[in-house]
């Protein structure tokens, strides 16, 4: 069987299979309890949340430090100290890793990795080199993905622990010897799939509970364990494709679901929806000073609509995690000097696109300009140059310089904090995409628009819509710029203008006029690729 393990279908072995996916279960529920997928009482944490769209996780490597440190108190004689620094997407794939491991889904695939074989006997410390020249391979292939991977395959490896509950004993994946394992792999892969469709979804609530999940979502889920069980083992163990019955299966369930849903009907947070609100005193009152909390709200909702930011751009998509220094939107991303030269004064700050699976799209500089050189500071509401250096002083000087690019530059100040409170700022939580969507609907009610119509990407589209309605086709270049799309290959060679940018900035709070969708109840724009037909 050329090392394959072999499961004899005698009593005696399927009741010590059935008690080995026990203790296994046992130990994978710790392991996922640690990553805060599953709550105390072995069932799904609210943390973690199944959608429609994709399968996705919410991990916590926050608590699977606390853990870890819980376990090296609990274990004197094999102390480990608490990490010093936060911890990082190892930390992530170390816990996926021990899941799988207890699940028993590697026993036949740890084996086949590669190994070393010397024609001459080296000394031991060559030994000693290749084996952590090794170890840190398959450290940095565990990490290569991004942060959301190692959150998706938690939840994933929860799917896979029930279907081994649900059939204890049976062999997952074989190692890929030859093309009759390829074949048993890829019958594992469409039960796995028929199972998941007939068990539905686990997102809490009566109306999310049980209820069929889409092809596509599940061959996320079933894409997702077989690269990482792939990785493990070193090679491909199922072919491309998965088989012709898994591609029947998924054919049939495509059919069955019918059509894709059609896009989910938002409105734009424009220009003069904010006038209107910060006219009523939404977080710019007349007759009181603000409070901190209305400023940074204030200044939220300006710059997000002015560089056509999502919310997850401008802090993080939820609370817990670590902050990506790389790619988060910290202190150290204004540069204030930059732009000194240019009247009205300008800000230069660096925003990394929040869709970035592969994690290679570089920053790009948002020029943010003050509205007037002669205006008194805080007299225009739709300054976005005033609201932040508004802030600045509350979020950003407070943060010594060392530590300015690990800590996100937007963060929300308690409700009763005053200018005394400041020095304390970077304890404040971060900004998340639930707080932009909540922030835009208060405006929206302040403003005397429907709030159930509105989240955090009605800024993104507010801007990229009041820009247009400026200058028309003429600005379709600089809204991709902006908003951080993808540009035409021609125009790499075309260099960014700042007066362009500096004069887009300052008068896109001047836009009047609907647009076309807020005039047409119930229709939704498709998205548009440059250059073709919505349709």
Request: glycine share 8%; charged share 20%.
């Amino acid at each position: 069987m050329g090392g394959r393990p072999v499961y004899e279908s005698t009593d005696d072995s399927a009741r010590a299979e059935a008690a080995r996916a026990v203790a296994a279960s046992h130990l994978a529920d710790c392991a996922l309890r640690d990553c805060g997928v599953l709550s105390e009482d072995g069932d799904w944490s609210p943390k973690w949340h199944h959608s429609t769209g994709s399968a996705s996780a919410r991990l916590d490597c926050a608590e699977l430090a606390a853990a870890e440190a819980a376990r090296a108190a609990a274990c004197p004689e094999a102390p480990v100290a608490p990490p010093a620094a936060p911890p990082t997407a190892q930390a992530a794939a170390d816990a996926n890793f021990r899941s799988a491991l207890a699940l028993g889904v590697l026993d036949p695939l740890l084996s086949t990795r590669a190994h070393d074989e010397w024609l001459v006997e080296p000394p031991p410390e060559v030994h000693q080199h290749a084996a952590l020249l090794r170890a840190r391979m398959f450290a940095r292939m565990q990490t290569a993905n991004s942060p959301g991977y190692h959150s998706e395959l938690a939840g994933c490896l929860v799917w896979l622990r029930d279907f081994l509950r649900t059939f204890p004993g049976r062999l997952f994946m074989r190692i890929p010897l030859d093309d009759g394992d390829k074949v048993y792999n890829a019958g594992s892969v469409s039960l796995l799939f028929e199972w998941i469709r007939e068990t539905g979804s686990r997102k809490p609530g009566a109306a999310s509970l049980g209820k069929r999940l889409r092809s596509r979502t599940i061959s996320g889920i079933i894409s997702t364990l077989v690269t990482f069980l792939g990785g493990i083992a070193g090679r491909p163990l199922v072919d491309a494709g998965f088989g012709a019955e898994l591609r029947a299966l998924k054919k049939h369930a495509q059919h069955e679901d019918g059509a894709p849903g059609a896009r989910s009907v938002e409105d734009p947070l424009r220009a003069q929806h904010m006038k209107a609100a910060f006219n009523a005193g939404f977080c710019f009152p007349a007759h009181r000073p603000r409070s901190l909390l209305e400023r940074v709200k204030h200044a939220v909702l300006l710059f997000g609509h002015n560089t056509l930011a999502r919310g997850a751009c401008m802090g993080k998509r939820e609370a817990r995690g670590p902050v990506d220094p790389k790619r988060a939107f910290t202190c150290a991303a204004f540069n204030w000097a930059a732009a000194a030269q240019i009247s009205p004064p300008a800000v230069v700050a660096w925003l990394h696109p929040s869709k970035d699976p592969t994690q290679t799209k570089p920053h790009y500089p948002m020029l943010v300009q003050r509205r007037s050189a002669t205006a008194p500071t805080d007299s225009d509401p739709m300054c976005t140059f005033d609201a932040l250096s508004g802030i600045w002083p509350i979020l950003g000087a407070p943060v010594p310089e060392d530590r300015r690019s690990s800590v996100l530059f937007f963060r929300i100040p308690p409700a009763e904090a005053t200018w005394r409170d400041v020095a304390d700022s970077e304890s404040w939580p971060p900004l998340t995409t639930a707080i932009v969507s909540a922030w835009v609907k208060e405006a929206s009610i302040a403003a005397g628009i429907d709030p159930t119509r509105r989240a955090s990407r009605a800024l993104r589209m507010g801007g990229a819509t009041d820009l247009y309605d400026i200058y028309g086709p003429l600005a379709e270049r600089y809204i991709r710029e902006r908003g951080r799309w993808g540009s035409d290959v021609a125009q790499i060679y075309q260099r960014v203008s700042a007066a362009a940018h500096g004069e887009m900035s300052r008068a896109i709070g001047d836009s009047v006029g609907p647009d076309l969708q807020s005039l047409l109840r119930g229709w939704s724009q498709a998205a548009v690729s440059h250059g073709r037909c919505p349709v």
